[in-house]
Protein backbone atom coordinates (compact mmCIF):
# COMPACT_ATOMS: atom_id res chain seq x y z
CA UNK A 1 0.00 0.00 0.00
CA UNK A 2 1.58 3.31 -0.88
CA UNK A 3 1.07 5.83 1.76
CA UNK A 4 1.60 9.97 1.38
CA UNK A 5 3.57 11.72 3.00
CA UNK A 6 0.93 14.18 4.96
CA UNK A 7 0.22 13.37 8.88
CA UNK A 8 -3.52 12.20 8.12
CA UNK A 9 -2.18 8.80 6.11
CA UNK A 10 -1.22 7.47 9.52
CA UNK A 11 -5.17 6.71 10.08
CA UNK A 12 -5.94 5.39 6.81
CA UNK A 13 -3.02 3.54 7.33
CA UNK A 14 -4.89 1.95 10.94
CA UNK A 15 -8.00 1.10 8.72
CA UNK A 16 -5.86 -0.83 6.68
CA UNK A 17 -4.54 -2.68 10.13
CA UNK A 18 -1.44 -0.86 9.38
CA UNK A 19 1.08 0.87 11.43
CA UNK A 20 3.31 3.33 9.93
CA UNK A 21 6.06 5.81 10.50
CA UNK A 22 8.91 7.83 8.33
CA UNK A 23 12.22 6.30 7.90
CA UNK A 24 15.24 8.84 7.15
CA UNK A 25 16.44 7.72 3.64
CA UNK A 26 19.85 10.34 4.38
CA UNK A 27 20.24 9.03 8.22
CA UNK A 28 18.20 5.86 8.94
CA UNK A 29 16.52 7.74 11.91
CA UNK A 30 12.88 5.91 12.44
CA UNK A 31 10.08 8.20 13.50
CA UNK A 32 6.19 7.61 13.99
CA UNK A 33 3.93 9.11 12.68
CA UNK A 34 5.76 10.01 9.20
CA UNK A 35 7.19 13.50 8.69
CA UNK A 36 8.11 15.52 6.11
CA UNK A 37 11.51 16.74 7.46
CA UNK A 38 13.79 14.19 9.39
CA UNK A 39 13.71 15.55 12.83
CA UNK A 40 17.29 13.80 13.72
CA UNK A 41 19.46 15.61 10.51
CA UNK A 42 17.04 17.74 9.01
CA UNK A 43 16.81 15.72 5.68
CA UNK A 44 13.98 15.96 3.40
CA UNK A 45 14.78 12.70 1.74
CA UNK A 46 11.74 10.94 3.84
CA UNK A 47 10.02 7.13 2.85
CA UNK A 48 6.76 5.88 4.32
CA UNK A 49 7.61 2.19 6.42
CA UNK A 50 5.27 -0.39 7.55
CA UNK A 51 6.53 -0.81 11.31
CA UNK A 52 6.00 -4.53 12.97
CA UNK A 53 3.51 -3.46 15.38
CA UNK A 54 6.03 -5.24 17.89
CA UNK A 55 7.37 -3.26 21.06
CA UNK A 56 7.64 -3.03 24.91
CA UNK A 57 5.78 -0.91 27.28
CA UNK A 58 7.63 1.90 28.79
CA UNK A 59 5.26 4.09 30.48
CA UNK A 60 1.48 3.92 31.16
CA UNK A 61 -1.54 4.65 33.76
CA UNK A 62 -4.77 3.40 34.77
CA UNK A 63 -7.08 6.71 33.86
CA UNK A 64 -10.41 6.75 36.28
CA UNK A 65 -11.49 10.05 35.22
CA UNK A 66 -11.72 9.84 31.43
CA UNK A 67 -11.98 12.80 28.36
CA UNK A 68 -15.38 12.93 26.71
CA UNK A 69 -14.36 10.43 23.67
CA UNK A 70 -13.01 7.58 26.16
CA UNK A 71 -16.36 8.32 28.39
CA UNK A 72 -18.55 7.99 25.50
CA UNK A 73 -17.00 4.85 24.67
CA UNK A 74 -17.93 3.09 28.10
CA UNK A 75 -15.42 3.86 30.79
CA UNK A 76 -15.58 5.71 33.50
CA UNK A 77 -14.29 5.85 37.40
CA UNK A 78 -15.75 2.13 37.64
CA UNK A 79 -14.40 0.62 34.16
CA UNK A 80 -11.08 2.71 34.28
CA UNK A 81 -9.19 1.73 30.98
CA UNK A 82 -4.67 1.98 30.72
CA UNK A 83 -3.09 4.57 28.63
CA UNK A 84 0.55 3.47 27.63
CA UNK A 85 3.58 4.76 25.92
CA UNK A 86 5.08 1.69 23.37
CA UNK A 87 8.48 1.76 22.26
CA UNK A 88 8.71 -0.39 18.70
CA UNK A 89 11.21 -2.70 17.99
CA UNK A 90 11.81 -0.50 15.01
CA UNK A 91 12.90 2.25 17.44
CA UNK A 92 10.57 5.02 17.56
CA UNK A 93 7.95 5.38 20.62
CA UNK A 94 3.63 5.80 19.96
CA UNK A 95 0.89 6.72 22.36
CA UNK A 96 -1.97 3.64 22.54
CA UNK A 97 -4.39 2.22 24.53
CA UNK A 98 -3.01 -0.78 26.43
CA UNK A 99 -5.70 -3.83 26.35
CA UNK A 100 -5.52 -6.81 27.91
CA UNK A 101 -3.66 -6.24 31.31
CA UNK A 102 -4.46 -6.18 34.94
CA UNK A 103 -6.60 -2.91 35.81
CA UNK A 104 -7.62 -3.90 39.19
CA UNK A 105 -3.84 -4.15 39.95
CA UNK A 106 -1.82 -1.14 38.01
CA UNK A 107 0.76 -1.88 40.34
CA UNK A 108 1.37 -5.53 38.29
CA UNK A 109 1.31 -3.97 34.48
CA UNK A 110 5.08 -4.60 33.96
CA UNK A 111 6.91 -1.65 32.21
CA UNK A 112 9.32 -3.47 29.38
CA UNK A 113 7.09 -6.40 28.85
CA UNK A 114 6.68 -7.37 25.53
CA UNK A 115 3.61 -6.24 23.14
CA UNK A 116 1.91 -6.43 19.93
CA UNK A 117 -0.20 -3.64 18.01
CA UNK A 118 -4.18 -4.59 17.34
CA UNK A 119 -6.29 -1.88 16.09
CA UNK A 120 -9.78 -1.34 18.27
CA UNK A 121 -13.33 0.80 16.86
CA UNK A 122 -14.62 3.45 19.12
CA UNK A 123 -17.08 5.65 18.28
CA UNK A 124 -20.71 5.16 17.11
CA UNK A 125 -22.10 6.22 13.20
CA UNK A 126 -20.21 8.63 11.61
CA UNK A 127 -18.00 8.83 14.73
CA UNK A 128 -16.64 5.16 14.53
CA UNK A 129 -12.68 4.79 13.78
CA UNK A 130 -9.62 2.51 14.24
CA UNK A 131 -7.71 3.33 16.81
CA UNK A 132 -4.29 1.79 17.59
CA UNK A 133 -3.87 -0.04 20.48
CA UNK A 134 -1.37 -2.64 22.16
CA UNK A 135 -1.68 -5.71 23.98
CA UNK A 136 0.61 -8.65 25.51
CA UNK A 137 2.18 -10.45 23.19
CA UNK A 138 1.29 -14.02 23.20
CA UNK B 1 22.50 30.90 19.58
CA UNK B 2 21.15 32.36 22.51
CA UNK B 3 23.28 35.22 24.64
CA UNK B 4 24.26 34.74 27.77
CA UNK B 5 23.23 37.76 29.35
CA UNK B 6 20.60 40.58 28.67
CA UNK B 7 21.55 43.52 26.32
CA UNK B 8 20.41 45.43 29.37
CA UNK B 9 19.33 44.49 32.64
CA UNK B 10 15.52 43.87 33.57
CA UNK B 11 14.16 44.38 36.92
CA UNK B 12 11.19 43.79 38.45
CA UNK B 13 9.74 46.60 40.33
CA UNK B 14 6.00 45.29 41.05
CA UNK B 15 3.89 42.63 41.33
CA UNK B 16 0.68 41.29 42.41
CA UNK B 17 -1.77 38.17 42.47
CA UNK B 18 -5.67 38.16 42.69
CA UNK B 19 -7.46 35.13 45.33
CA UNK B 20 -6.63 31.88 43.41
CA UNK B 21 -10.04 29.56 43.73
CA UNK B 22 -13.46 28.94 42.15
CA UNK B 23 -15.01 32.47 41.59
CA UNK B 24 -18.31 31.78 39.88
CA UNK B 25 -19.12 35.66 39.93
CA UNK B 26 -15.91 36.91 38.40
CA UNK B 27 -14.78 36.64 34.80
CA UNK B 28 -10.96 37.12 33.18
CA UNK B 29 -11.14 40.37 33.35
CA UNK B 30 -11.77 40.54 37.35
CA UNK B 31 -9.16 38.71 38.15
CA UNK B 32 -6.62 40.36 36.28
CA UNK B 33 -8.13 43.56 37.66
CA UNK B 34 -7.40 42.37 41.18
CA UNK B 35 -4.00 41.53 40.50
CA UNK B 36 -3.11 44.99 39.05
CA UNK B 37 -4.49 46.74 41.52
CA UNK B 38 -2.64 44.26 44.00
CA UNK B 39 0.55 44.86 41.84
CA UNK B 40 -0.12 48.91 42.15
CA UNK B 41 -0.08 48.70 46.23
CA UNK B 42 3.05 46.70 45.80
CA UNK B 43 4.68 49.76 44.60
CA UNK B 44 6.80 51.39 47.15
CA UNK B 45 6.67 54.85 44.66
CA UNK B 46 4.01 56.81 42.82
CA UNK B 47 3.09 54.74 39.58
CA UNK B 48 1.68 56.38 36.64
CA UNK B 49 -0.28 53.86 33.94
CA UNK B 50 0.87 56.05 31.37
CA UNK B 51 4.14 54.99 31.62
CA UNK B 52 3.47 51.90 30.54
CA UNK B 53 4.43 51.14 26.78
CA UNK B 54 3.68 47.38 26.32
CA UNK B 55 1.03 44.74 27.88
CA UNK B 56 2.08 41.16 27.41
CA UNK B 57 -0.82 38.58 28.61
CA UNK B 58 -0.01 34.48 29.20
CA UNK B 59 -3.10 32.98 28.86
CA UNK B 60 -3.78 29.78 27.60
CA UNK B 61 -7.19 29.09 26.47
CA UNK B 62 -10.08 32.21 27.25
CA UNK B 63 -11.38 31.00 23.70
CA UNK B 64 -12.21 27.85 25.06
CA UNK B 65 -13.29 28.66 28.89
CA UNK B 66 -15.01 31.89 28.33
CA UNK B 67 -15.58 31.95 24.42
CA UNK B 68 -13.23 34.79 24.22
CA UNK B 69 -10.45 35.28 22.31
CA UNK B 70 -7.90 37.84 21.81
CA UNK B 71 -7.99 38.70 25.18
CA UNK B 72 -5.14 41.22 25.95
CA UNK B 73 -6.72 44.38 23.81
CA UNK B 74 -10.05 43.58 25.71
CA UNK B 75 -7.88 44.03 29.76
CA UNK B 76 -5.69 46.61 28.37
CA UNK B 77 -8.66 48.43 27.50
CA UNK B 78 -10.45 47.63 30.60
CA UNK B 79 -7.95 49.23 32.45
CA UNK B 80 -7.26 52.49 30.51
CA UNK B 81 -3.92 51.97 28.63
CA UNK B 82 -4.84 51.18 25.25
CA UNK B 83 -3.50 51.81 22.52
CA UNK B 84 -0.35 50.37 23.96
CA UNK B 85 0.62 47.51 21.94
CA UNK B 86 -0.98 44.89 23.80
CA UNK B 87 -0.28 40.85 23.06
CA UNK B 88 -1.29 37.23 24.45
CA UNK B 89 1.65 34.86 24.89
CA UNK B 90 0.11 31.23 24.75
CA UNK B 91 2.21 28.22 25.76
CA UNK B 92 -0.07 26.26 27.95
CA UNK B 93 0.17 26.21 31.41
CA UNK B 94 4.07 28.23 30.72
CA UNK B 95 2.35 31.05 29.37
CA UNK B 96 2.75 33.33 32.24
CA UNK B 97 6.23 32.12 33.03
CA UNK B 98 6.65 32.83 29.02
CA UNK B 99 4.79 36.39 28.97
CA UNK B 100 6.86 37.78 31.47
CA UNK B 101 10.86 36.13 29.66
CA UNK B 102 8.73 37.92 26.41
CA UNK B 103 8.31 41.19 28.04
CA UNK B 104 12.38 41.00 29.33
CA UNK B 105 13.06 40.53 26.48
CA UNK B 106 11.74 43.57 24.77
CA UNK B 107 13.12 45.38 27.71
CA UNK B 108 16.70 44.25 27.04
CA UNK B 109 16.50 45.04 23.09
CA UNK B 110 16.13 48.56 24.21
CA UNK B 111 12.43 48.81 22.10
CA UNK B 112 10.29 49.35 25.09
CA UNK B 113 11.60 50.83 29.27
CA UNK B 114 8.19 49.66 30.94
CA UNK B 115 6.27 46.84 30.25
CA UNK B 116 3.35 45.24 32.17
CA UNK B 117 2.96 41.99 32.41
CA UNK B 118 -0.39 39.86 32.87
CA UNK B 119 -1.36 36.19 33.87
CA UNK B 120 -5.14 34.84 33.91
CA UNK B 121 -7.43 31.71 33.19
CA UNK B 122 -10.92 31.63 34.29
CA UNK B 123 -11.10 27.69 34.31
CA UNK B 124 -14.47 26.93 36.67
CA UNK B 125 -16.84 28.02 34.68
CA UNK B 126 -16.77 24.47 32.76
CA UNK B 127 -17.40 21.12 33.76
CA UNK B 128 -15.06 18.62 34.82
CA UNK B 129 -15.30 16.93 31.30
CA UNK B 130 -15.13 19.74 29.68
CA UNK B 131 -12.28 21.40 31.03
CA UNK B 132 -9.85 18.09 30.84
CA UNK B 133 -11.31 18.51 27.35
CA UNK B 134 -9.79 22.21 27.27
CA UNK B 135 -6.41 21.32 28.61
CA UNK B 136 -6.17 18.38 26.55
CA UNK B 137 -5.79 20.69 23.18
CA UNK B 138 -2.15 21.13 25.26
CA UNK B 139 -1.17 18.02 24.00
CA UNK B 140 -0.24 16.69 20.84
CA UNK B 141 -4.47 16.11 19.99
CA UNK B 142 -3.45 14.41 16.72
CA UNK B 143 -1.33 11.23 17.87
CA UNK B 144 -1.66 11.41 22.12
CA UNK B 145 -5.33 12.29 23.17
CA UNK B 146 -6.83 9.05 21.15
CA UNK B 147 -4.71 7.03 22.77
CA UNK B 148 -6.99 8.06 25.61
CA UNK B 149 -4.78 10.10 27.64
CA UNK B 150 -5.36 13.14 29.76
CA UNK B 151 -2.98 15.28 31.57
CA UNK B 152 -3.38 13.70 35.01
CA UNK B 153 -2.41 10.68 32.67
CA UNK B 154 0.50 11.80 30.91
CA UNK B 155 2.38 12.94 34.07
CA UNK B 156 1.23 9.60 36.02
CA UNK B 157 2.86 7.42 32.87
CA UNK B 158 6.10 9.87 33.50
CA UNK B 159 5.49 9.00 37.38
CA UNK B 160 5.56 4.99 36.39
CA UNK B 161 8.45 5.53 34.19
CA UNK B 162 10.27 7.66 37.14
CA UNK B 163 9.16 4.83 39.61
CA UNK B 164 10.46 2.10 38.05
CA UNK B 165 13.78 3.49 37.27
CA UNK B 166 14.46 4.64 39.97
CA UNK B 167 12.75 2.20 42.72
CA UNK B 168 10.42 5.08 43.83
CA UNK B 169 7.60 4.27 46.34
CA UNK B 170 3.87 6.08 45.76
CA UNK B 171 4.30 7.65 49.45
CA UNK B 172 6.79 9.68 47.95
CA UNK B 173 4.64 11.77 46.15
CA UNK B 174 2.04 11.97 48.74
CA UNK B 175 4.89 13.78 50.79
CA UNK B 176 4.90 16.82 48.22
CA UNK B 177 0.86 17.02 48.22
CA UNK B 178 1.24 17.16 52.35
CA UNK B 179 4.34 19.78 52.11
CA UNK B 180 2.43 22.02 49.68
CA UNK B 181 -0.68 21.96 51.63
CA UNK B 182 0.87 22.72 55.15
CA UNK B 183 2.29 25.49 52.88
CA UNK B 184 -0.65 26.65 51.23
CA UNK B 185 -2.59 26.95 54.65
CA UNK B 186 -0.17 29.43 55.78
CA UNK B 187 -1.53 31.69 52.21
CA UNK B 188 -4.23 33.44 52.27
CA UNK B 189 -4.42 33.56 48.67
CA UNK B 190 -4.31 30.18 48.17
CA UNK B 191 -7.52 28.08 47.17
CA UNK B 192 -6.59 25.24 49.83
CA UNK B 193 -5.72 27.28 52.63
CA UNK B 194 -5.93 23.85 54.77
CA UNK B 195 -3.24 21.40 55.69
CA UNK B 196 -4.33 17.80 54.73
CA UNK B 197 -4.62 17.33 58.31
CA UNK B 198 -6.85 19.59 59.18
CA UNK B 199 -9.18 17.80 55.97
CA UNK B 200 -9.12 14.09 57.33
CA UNK B 201 -9.68 16.08 61.06
CA UNK B 202 -12.52 17.74 59.63
CA UNK B 203 -13.81 14.43 57.40
CA UNK B 204 -13.92 12.30 60.97
CA UNK B 205 -15.73 14.96 62.44
CA UNK B 206 -18.15 15.43 59.64
CA UNK B 207 -18.79 11.44 60.09
CA UNK B 208 -19.28 11.62 63.77
CA UNK B 209 -21.90 14.30 63.58
CA UNK B 210 -24.11 12.52 61.06
CA UNK B 211 -23.07 9.07 63.24
CA UNK B 212 -21.22 7.22 60.34
CA UNK B 213 -18.61 5.04 60.96
CA UNK B 214 -15.60 7.36 62.02
CA UNK B 215 -12.21 6.54 59.78
CA UNK B 216 -9.44 5.23 61.22
CA UNK B 217 -7.20 7.45 59.44
CA UNK B 218 -4.57 8.92 62.68
CA UNK B 219 -1.80 10.40 59.81
CA UNK B 220 -1.97 12.27 56.54
CA UNK B 221 -0.65 8.94 54.84
CA UNK B 222 -3.02 6.55 55.84
CA UNK B 223 -5.55 9.08 54.58
CA UNK B 224 -4.07 9.83 51.17
CA UNK B 225 -3.51 5.65 50.62
CA UNK B 226 -7.19 5.36 51.50
CA UNK B 227 -9.00 5.16 47.79
CA UNK B 228 -12.30 5.99 49.58
CA UNK B 229 -10.92 9.56 50.84
CA UNK B 230 -8.11 9.39 47.97
CA UNK B 231 -9.34 8.01 44.84
CA UNK B 232 -7.01 7.50 41.64
CA UNK B 233 -7.40 10.14 38.94
CA UNK B 234 -4.88 8.48 36.68
CA UNK B 235 -2.89 5.76 38.10
CA UNK B 236 -0.58 6.27 40.08
CA UNK B 237 -1.96 9.69 40.51
CA UNK B 238 -4.66 10.54 43.16
CA UNK B 239 -6.99 13.37 43.71
CA UNK B 240 -4.65 14.80 46.18
CA UNK B 241 -1.65 14.37 43.85
CA UNK B 242 -3.38 16.46 41.31
CA UNK B 243 -3.50 20.63 40.94
CA UNK B 244 -7.06 21.95 41.22
CA UNK B 245 -9.45 23.75 38.68
CA UNK B 246 -9.03 27.38 39.33
CA UNK B 247 -9.84 30.79 38.54
CA UNK B 248 -7.30 33.31 39.34
CA UNK B 249 -4.90 36.19 37.59
CA UNK B 250 -1.20 37.74 38.48
CA UNK B 251 0.88 40.61 37.17
CA UNK B 252 3.84 42.00 37.26
CA UNK B 253 5.79 45.05 36.41
CA UNK B 254 9.38 44.80 34.74
CA UNK B 255 11.51 47.90 33.69
CA UNK B 256 14.69 48.61 32.38
CA UNK B 257 17.71 48.42 35.45
CA UNK B 258 18.22 51.75 34.93
CA UNK B 259 14.90 53.13 35.60
CA UNK B 260 13.91 50.57 38.55
CA UNK B 261 14.44 53.04 41.20
CA UNK B 262 12.27 55.49 40.17
CA UNK B 263 9.33 52.65 40.87
CA UNK B 264 10.64 51.12 44.12
CA UNK B 265 13.56 51.36 46.72
CA UNK B 266 13.73 47.40 46.86
CA UNK B 267 13.70 46.04 42.94
CA UNK B 268 14.27 42.45 42.14
CA UNK B 269 16.65 41.94 39.36
CA UNK B 270 16.53 39.87 37.03
CA UNK B 271 19.27 37.73 36.59
CA UNK B 272 18.72 34.65 34.59
CA UNK B 273 16.14 33.44 32.28
CA UNK B 274 15.77 30.49 29.80
CA UNK B 275 12.92 28.83 28.11
CA UNK B 276 13.06 25.37 26.23
CA UNK B 277 10.64 23.14 23.83
CA UNK B 278 10.58 19.59 23.50
CA UNK B 279 7.89 17.26 21.54
CA UNK B 280 5.33 15.03 22.77
CA UNK B 281 5.53 13.05 24.94
CA UNK B 282 6.59 9.53 23.21
CA UNK B 283 9.22 11.79 21.56
CA UNK B 284 11.27 12.93 24.42
CA UNK B 285 14.88 11.41 25.24
CA UNK B 286 13.37 10.62 28.49
CA UNK B 287 10.23 9.86 30.24
CA UNK B 288 11.31 9.84 33.68
CA UNK B 289 12.35 13.82 33.81
CA UNK B 290 11.33 16.73 31.64
CA UNK B 291 14.41 17.60 29.24
CA UNK B 292 13.01 21.33 28.56
CA UNK B 293 13.26 21.56 32.09
CA UNK B 294 16.71 20.55 32.36
CA UNK B 295 17.75 22.88 29.05
CA UNK B 296 16.12 25.73 30.40
CA UNK B 297 17.72 25.41 33.83
CA UNK B 298 20.87 25.22 32.33
CA UNK B 299 20.70 28.21 30.36
CA UNK B 300 19.53 30.50 33.30
CA UNK B 301 21.64 29.41 35.78
CA UNK B 302 24.17 30.22 33.25
CA UNK B 303 22.98 33.50 31.87
CA UNK B 304 22.87 34.20 35.68
CA UNK B 305 26.14 32.90 36.76
CA UNK B 306 25.13 30.79 39.29
CA UNK B 307 24.46 27.03 40.13
CA UNK B 308 21.91 25.57 41.32
CA UNK B 309 23.37 25.51 45.32
CA UNK B 310 22.64 29.30 44.74
CA UNK B 311 19.36 29.28 44.68
CA UNK B 312 17.68 30.06 48.27
CA UNK B 313 14.35 28.88 47.44
CA UNK B 314 12.31 27.74 44.32
CA UNK B 315 8.45 27.59 43.02
CA UNK B 316 8.43 24.17 40.90
CA UNK B 317 5.63 23.71 38.77
CA UNK B 318 3.86 21.11 40.50
CA UNK B 319 0.87 20.63 38.53
CA UNK B 320 0.97 17.12 40.00
CA UNK B 321 3.33 15.57 42.75
CA UNK B 322 5.29 13.87 40.28
CA UNK B 323 6.17 17.28 38.42
CA UNK B 324 7.86 18.71 41.63
CA UNK B 325 10.03 15.92 41.97
CA UNK B 326 11.33 15.73 38.57
CA UNK B 327 11.43 19.34 38.23
CA UNK B 328 13.48 19.30 41.48
CA UNK B 329 15.80 16.99 39.45
CA UNK B 330 15.97 19.04 36.60
CA UNK B 331 16.68 22.11 38.20
CA UNK B 332 19.99 20.20 39.50
CA UNK B 333 18.48 20.34 43.37
CA UNK B 334 19.05 17.17 43.69
CA UNK B 335 20.80 14.47 41.44
CA UNK B 336 18.53 12.08 39.45
CA UNK B 337 16.88 9.38 41.17
CA UNK B 338 17.09 11.45 44.25
CA UNK B 339 14.32 13.86 43.88
CA UNK B 340 11.61 11.41 45.81
CA UNK B 341 14.29 11.05 48.89
CA UNK B 342 14.56 14.75 49.39
CA UNK B 343 10.78 15.09 49.27
CA UNK B 344 10.32 11.89 52.05
CA UNK B 345 12.90 13.54 53.86
CA UNK B 346 11.62 17.11 54.44
CA UNK B 347 14.80 18.48 52.33
CA UNK B 348 12.33 20.77 50.51
CA UNK B 349 10.34 22.25 53.54
CA UNK B 350 10.29 25.47 54.56
CA UNK B 351 13.06 24.68 56.93
CA UNK B 352 14.46 21.88 54.30
CA UNK B 353 18.17 22.24 52.35
CA UNK B 354 16.41 23.82 49.42
CA UNK B 355 12.34 25.17 50.12
CA UNK B 356 10.39 24.28 47.79
CA UNK B 357 6.84 26.17 46.73
CA UNK B 358 6.55 28.09 50.06
CA UNK B 359 3.32 29.24 48.39
CA UNK B 360 1.87 25.76 48.63
CA UNK B 361 2.48 25.74 44.73
CA UNK B 362 -0.13 25.46 42.34
CA UNK B 363 -1.09 22.14 44.40
CA UNK B 364 -2.65 24.12 46.97
CA UNK B 365 -2.77 27.39 46.18
CA UNK B 366 -4.60 26.77 42.54
CA UNK B 367 -3.81 26.26 39.16
CA UNK B 368 -5.36 28.96 37.02
CA UNK B 369 -2.87 27.94 34.00
CA UNK B 370 -1.93 31.20 32.27
CA UNK B 371 -1.69 33.04 35.49
CA UNK B 372 0.61 30.11 37.62
CA UNK B 373 3.80 31.41 36.36
CA UNK B 374 2.97 34.92 37.44
CA UNK B 375 1.73 33.41 40.41
CA UNK B 376 5.30 31.90 41.03
CA UNK B 377 6.91 35.22 40.29
CA UNK B 378 4.66 36.73 43.14
CA UNK B 379 5.62 34.41 45.95
CA UNK B 380 9.06 35.49 44.97
CA UNK B 381 8.88 38.97 45.26
CA UNK B 382 6.98 38.44 48.59
CA UNK B 383 9.73 35.46 50.22
CA UNK B 384 12.94 38.25 48.80
CA UNK B 385 11.07 41.29 50.47
CA UNK B 386 10.49 39.66 53.65
CA UNK B 387 6.54 40.23 53.03
CA UNK B 388 5.40 36.14 53.47
CA UNK B 389 3.72 36.18 56.60
CA UNK B 390 3.43 32.86 58.53
CA UNK B 391 5.17 31.30 55.76
CA UNK B 392 8.56 33.77 55.62
CA UNK B 393 11.88 32.04 55.01
CA UNK B 394 14.77 32.70 57.44
CA UNK B 395 17.81 33.79 56.78
CA UNK B 396 16.70 36.54 54.67
CA UNK B 397 16.91 34.94 51.20
CA UNK B 398 17.95 36.53 48.08
CA UNK B 399 18.23 34.25 44.88
CA UNK B 400 14.75 33.08 43.86
CA UNK B 401 13.78 30.66 40.85
CA UNK B 402 10.66 30.33 39.16
CA UNK B 403 9.85 26.77 36.85
CA UNK B 404 7.16 27.26 34.59
CA UNK B 405 6.23 23.92 32.61
CA UNK B 406 3.76 23.92 29.42
CA UNK B 407 1.79 21.01 28.57
CA UNK B 408 3.47 17.28 29.72
CA UNK B 409 6.77 19.65 29.18
CA UNK B 410 6.62 20.40 25.47
CA UNK B 411 7.30 24.14 26.85
CA UNK B 412 9.41 24.99 30.16
CA UNK B 413 10.77 28.35 31.68
CA UNK B 414 13.39 29.33 34.40
CA UNK B 415 13.17 32.66 35.37
CA UNK B 416 15.96 33.76 38.25
CA UNK B 417 15.78 36.57 40.53
CA UNK B 418 17.71 38.43 42.73
CA UNK B 419 17.80 40.70 45.47
CA UNK B 420 20.36 43.28 46.01
CA UNK B 421 21.67 44.85 49.45
Known sequence: ?138 | MTRSKWARGVALVGSGMSKFGSFLEKTSRDLFVEAYLDMQNSLMKDFSPEGIEAFYLGNFSSDLFEKQAHLAPILASWIGISPIASLRIEDACASGGVALRQAALAIASGQYDVVLVGGVEKMTNLSIAQVTEALATAADTQFEIPAGFTFPGFYAAMATAYMAKYKAPREAFYHVAIKNHNNGALNAKAQFNKTIFDILTSKKARAEQKGRPIPTWETEIEFLSDPKANPPIAWPMTLFDCSPVSDGGAVALLVAEEFAKDFTDNPLYLIGSGQASDGALPDRDSLSHIPAAQIAGQEAYEMAGISPKDVDFAEVHDCFTIAEIMGIEDLGFFPRGEGWKAAMSGKTSRNGEIPINTSGGLKAKGHPVGASGLGQVNEIWKQLHGKAGQRQLTGQPSIGLAHNVGGSGQTCVVNIFERRE
Open chain 1, 1 to 138: MDYEMVSTEFNNALKNKQLIGGQCQDCGHNCIPQRQVCPKCHSHNMEVITYSGLGKLVAYTVIYVPPVDMANAGYNSKNPYCSGIVELVEGPRISAQILDVDLTNPENIEIGSQLMMTIIMRGEGENKSSYLAFSPKK
